[in-house]
């Protein structure tokens, strides 16, 4: 117990005992809430609510339709604290190069074989939760983060040699990546752009059509409620968390001798 | 008999809690890196029944592949590429 | 005594369920410890040499604000669990969403972790490339060797 | 043309994306180049058309998605928002054309995305109307300054600085996202208009949002000091600044620590006055707390300027004597904000402008030192080749000493000591000027360094200097044309002063506007 210990402890206790006291005299709304707050009662209503059709956003799912039509900007910045959490992975590793014929033959036949199995059933099923975020739990990051799992196991049971083979390359993620984000970006500008020209008010991110706009995405398909936009960001989305998960793996799987060629690449400081 | 079963969640999230509070105290303390991973990992199991029984399957969705899959798997692989204890 | 405090109100008002108390005991129970959690994370986080378990530590401070937050979304509905944020039937109607309205927990909370979630994975995967190459430059993950190996003005150049 | 407001970030994030996608086409640097200088000026022009628009219509919204406002995003500008980003903008600009000349590396792709990506934080930060939105924009331009801090991965030290902010970063950003919490628990809404209301009223309804939901008083303590905390932290102030700042500015690239003081650092002292201002002001609930809070930050800022200008006096280094220089002039900001009046304010505002403007131009032309000699002080012996050079760093240096009234840097000094002689607390000023004597030991060390230290000719890797003398000869322009501007030209004061009782007293306009739209444009 040093000095610098005890100051941390005493800190540390000050921040319990005010988020205790805030707890417990309520302040954070009534210990046993019986009542929705008012804004989340408000989210409830009109995310499927073709009745006042202004604020709806025709998502059976209220989390998705908060996630990107109500807040969906917060979503975007989100995707790009990714793309630079990706870039900045590639800044601090950059110069590598993509070895091939290291020799690692990875897991066991068996192993590969139900591998081969249980993969695609993965990807498949993070498809399926991201293209039916609108609907049943799930949306483009479930449904992306759900694929990756696929992609690591590839990686651990087949090795990366397997991938590279595949021509899974992280340059080709690196691509795909960007266009992703890239697609995300043109749908949220598309209602606007429309607008534009034909001087017809629209908004960025707009999805359904609003009382001071008339703009809307298709809002059903054959009878399936489609909520606009959120299908189409889902999937984009779906792309961008997968191809950037898979390539963060891929990059910290590395291994040594491709590790020492980001050495070779060393530059001056300036 | 309907009370009987609706005290099942409570009493889960309350066991649940409380045992979380233990790991992570057990994370500060452990100092083989490997087992605190493996520790993390259990902790994840046990948040993504509470998102479960908070009633927020979009973020169980999200929690378990990230916190069971993705996250360890990192670090495993980042503390097989570094040194296994903590000095 | 908050306890008796909060359950003697509760009867007054409304039919009295078992698990009315159990969730009272429920909520406090787990929003104090997930207070504590913080708390501990954040000293592992300040304290620790070692940067991996820093890390950890980092992981299970985000995390534990995050299930924080949603007991923030949470609620207790009498006589029933309560229901997740999401309509089920297709085709619905107006009485159906009035139903959800009055069952389902708060899902802005939920919207706003799972927006948590996915810059804490990025921070991590960053994190964990920073905490490699360290351990390429310095030869170990802890703070305190790596610093005492090193000259204080040593030229950059 | 409030469609602008929304299209901005829009606009700076498909910059950056498009910078990456040009790196699969083309390894041209003078494409990167020149895309990334005509995409921030174009960026410069819009924010400047935003900030004339403030001027003439006060408050600008935009909706994201056309929703209305505790319901959607919005974004909400005002006058001080609407300058500081111009600030921002403006230093991505020389930012953008300054690191055409100082980074020869062959990944300069990856610097101008994450410099457009950090642009686009900075602009979320500023201009955003929901403090959640605030957070994922804190996010995005903190996470992209640990990249870019840690962009010379060949230094080992430069790793360490990145891993240091990275990680005092997250826990910070994590604390803020628990106060948003506690924020949305108590209050039951994000949008900062929303809480200001119910901050002076719980029990006012509002659409969408109703009724205050908990006890307010007690959360909004807790959270505001969680969330003073945080500024403090991103806007480097003494006690934290150690956590990352000195290693910061002196590990990263020259050009991205010459453009954190306006991009990054700035995004602390603006969340101070919205927080301790726009929502929670004098007359609002936890009055009391707030000002006793505001109490301690002047003691702070004084001790946070002290120490910078104790510690600026004696280093050994180029870049770590900017950085605590910048340390004594956003301690001076803070002061000003903490002291509560129109003079105050402004008088901040003053500061972390010429402090960018003085900064830049030091760090510029000591880019040159550095890229032929070292981080060593002695180094800067290497400008007395070029005559323009010692000029534009007299001048920089004379800007952020600020006793002559030529500099705008002078009239920051001026509107502090003239804030608290008109609070009545004359030691705040007695201390201001002190201090300000104090940082003259360290300003004049490094004159007399640059005179005393030989240039060396032969050793100058041979490089065209234009560029770098361009932008500090623009920068002293513009400091001298704005200190003899606020001498001579009155409604440069006035519009300050503007800014700063727009922020004391305007916020019920604020409020009214953001939760009724912005109908009447």
Redesign the interface.
């Known amino acids: 117990m040093n000095r ?2 005890i100051a ?2 005493l800190s ?2 000050l ?2 005992l ?32 073709p ?1 006042n059709a202004s ?1 709806t956003s025709l998502s ?5 339709a ?2 990107w ?10 995707t ?16 590598y190069s993509e070895l091939s014929g290291l020799g690692i033959k990875g897991l066991s036949d068996v192993s590969k074989s139900v591998t081969v199995v249980i993969a695609p059933l993965i990807v498949v099923y993070g498809i399926a ?1 991201a293209i039916h975020g609108h ?5 483009g ?2 449904g992306g ?2 694929a ?2 696929a992609a ?1 196991l590839i990686i ?1 049971v087949f090795s990366l040699e397997y991938l590279y083979r595949r021509g899974v390359s992280t ?1 080709r993620l ?2 795909l990546r ?1 266009l992703g ?2 697609a995300i ?1 043109l749908t ?2 598309s209602l ?1 752009s429309i607008g534009m020209p034909s001087n017809v008010n ?6 359904m059509a ?1 009382d ?2 008339a703009l809307s995405m298709p809002g059903v398909l054959f009878d ?2 489609l909520a606009g936009s959120i299908f189409l960001y889902n999937l984009f989305e779906f792309i961008i968390v997968f191809s950037g ?1 898979t390539f ?2 891929m ?3 590395l291994r ?1 001798s491709e ?1 020492e060629s980001i050495k070779e ?6 | 008999m309907q009370i009987d079963v609706l005290i099942i969640p409570y009493v889960v999230i309350i066991y649940s809690s409380l045992l979380s509070v233990f790991m992570t105290y057990l994370v500060v303390r452990e100092r083989d890196l490997l087992i605190a991973t493996i520790l993390t990992l259990t902790q994840g199991v046990f948040y993504s029944l509470l998102y479960l029984l908070l009633m927020a399957p979009d973020l169980v969705l999200t929690y378990i592949p990230v916190s069971v899959g993705v996250t360890p798997l990192l670090l495993f692989l980042l503390v097989k590429k570094t040194e296994r204890f903590e000095r | 005594m908050f306890l008796e405090r909060v359950s003697w109100r509760a009867s007054k008002r409304r039919p009295r369920y078992m698990s009315d108390l159990l969730a009272s005991l429920a909520f406090r129970t787990a929003m104090i410890a997930f207070v504590f959690n913080i708390a501990i994370a954040l000293y592992g986080v300040l304290s620790r040499p070692s940067l991996v378990k820093k890390f950890l530590c980092l992981v299970a401070f985000t995390d534990s604000i995050n299930i924080f937050a949603v007991f923030i979304g949470f609620r207790y509905t009498p006589g029933a669990y309560p229901s997740p944020p999401i309509l089920e039937a297709i085709p619905t109607s107006p009485a159906e969403v009035e139903t959800l309205i009055n069952t389902s927990v708060d899902p802005l909370p939920q919207a706003m972790i799972l927006t948590a979630i996915v810059i804490g994975i990025a921070c991590s995967i960053f994190l964990l490339t920073l905490i490699l190459m360290y351990y390429r430059h310095y030869g170990t993950t802890n703070i305190h060797e790596a610093e005492e190996g090193e000259e204080p003005h040593a030229e950059a150049l | 043309m409030v469609f602008l407001l929304g299209f901005l970030p829009i606009y700076l994030m498909s910059s950056a994306v498009v910078v990456a996608m040009l790196s699969f086409i083309t390894k041209n640097r003078a494409i990167y180049v020149a895309f990334s200088a005509a995409s921030s000026l174009v960026a410069f022009i819009v924010s400047l058309y935003i900030l004339s628009l403030t001027i003439g219509s006060s408050i600008l919204v935009y909706r994201y998605g056309g929703f209305p406002a505790p319901l959607g995003i919005v974004y909400t500008v005002d006058k001080l928002s609407g300058f500081l980003a111009t600030l921002s903008m403006f230093m991505l600009l020389l930012t953008s054309i300054y690191s055409s000349w100082m980074i020869r590396s062959r990944w300069l792709y990856l610097y101008y995305l994450l410099l457009f990506l950090m642009a686009t934080g900075s602009i979320g930060c500023l201009y955003t109307g929901d403090i959640f939105n605030f957070f994922v924009s804190l996010e995005l331009l903190a996470i992209s300054s640990y990249a870019l801090t840690a962009f010379y991965r060949d230094s080992p030290r430069a790793i360490r600085a990145a891993l240091r902010y990275a990680i005092s970063g997250m826990i910070v950003t994590s604390l803020y996202l628990l106060s948003t919490f506690i924020i949305y628990g108590s209050f039951g809404t994000l949008n900062m208009a929303d809480i200001a209301l119910k901050a002076r009223n719980p029990s006012i309804p509002v659409a969408f949002t109703g009724t205050a939901f908990g006890d307010v008083v007690i959360s909004s303590k807790v959270a505001v000091a969680l969330i003073t905390w945080v500024f403090l932290f991103k806007s480097a102030i003494f006690p934290l600044n150690f956590a990352w700042q000195p290693y910061a500015y002196s590990e990263a690239p020259t050009p991205v620590a010459a453009a954190f003081t306006a991009i990054s650092d700035t995004v602390g002292l603006y969340g101070l006055i919205r927080f301790f201002y726009t929502l929670f002001g004098y007359d609002s609930i936890i009055g009391d707390f707030r000002t006793s809070i505001l109490q301690l930050l002047q003691i702070i800022a004084i001790s946070s300027a002290f120490v910078g200008a104790l510690l600026m006096s004696f280093q050994r280094d180029v870049k770590r004597f900017i950085a605590f220089s910048t340390m004594v002039h956003l301690s001076f900001a803070l002061l000003g904000i903490s002291l509560g009046n129109v003079e105050g304010i402004a008088s901040a505002l003053l500061h972390i402008l010429s402090n960018t403007l003085g900064d830049s131009i030091l760090f510029y032309l000591a880019g040159i030192s550095i890229v032929s000699c070292g981080r060593r002080l002695e180094c800067l012996g290497t400008l007395k080749l070029w005559r323009i050079s010692i000029i534009a760093f007299g001048g920089g240096v004379l800007n952020l000493f600020g006793v002559l009234p030529v500099f705008i840097g002078f009239w920051g000094k001026a509107l502090l000591v003239l804030s608290s002689i008109r609070l009545g607390t004359v030691v705040y000023a007695v201390l201001t000027l002190f201090i300000s004597g104090v940082t003259a030991i360290g300003y004049f060390r490094v004159l007399h360094q640059i005179s005393i230290s030989k240039a060396n000719a032969d050793q100058l890797t041979v490089r065209d200097v234009t560029i770098p003398h361009t932008l500090a000869l623009t920068l002293l322009v513009v400091t001298i044309v704005l200190g003899m501007g606020f001498s001579l030209y009155r409604p440069l004061m006035d519009f300050v002063l503007s800014i700063g009782f727009e922020v004391m007293n305007d916020y019920s306009i604020y409020i009214a506007r953001t939760l009724t739209g912005n109908l009447g444009q």
């Open positions: 610098k210990d941390l402890a540390l206790s921040l319990v005010a988020l205790s006291l805030t707890i417990s005299l309520e302040g954070l709304g009534p210990i046993v809430p019986r009542e929705l707050r008012p804004l989340g009662a408000s989210f409830v209503q009109n995310s499927y609510n009745w604020l059976l799912n209220v989390v998705t908060i996630v039509d109500y807040r969906g900007l917060d979503t975007l910045y989100e790009l604290v990714l793309f630079a959490s990706i870039a900045a992975t590639l800044v601090v590793l950059r110069g939760t609907l049943t739990p799930g949306g990051f479930q983060t759900i990756v799992v690591t651990a340059s690196m691509l960007i984000l890239l970006i949220s500008l606007a629209a908004y960025i991110l707009q999805n609003k001071d706009s399936t409620p998960l963060a793996a990059m910290l799987v040594e590790l690449a060393a530059e001056v400081y300036e």
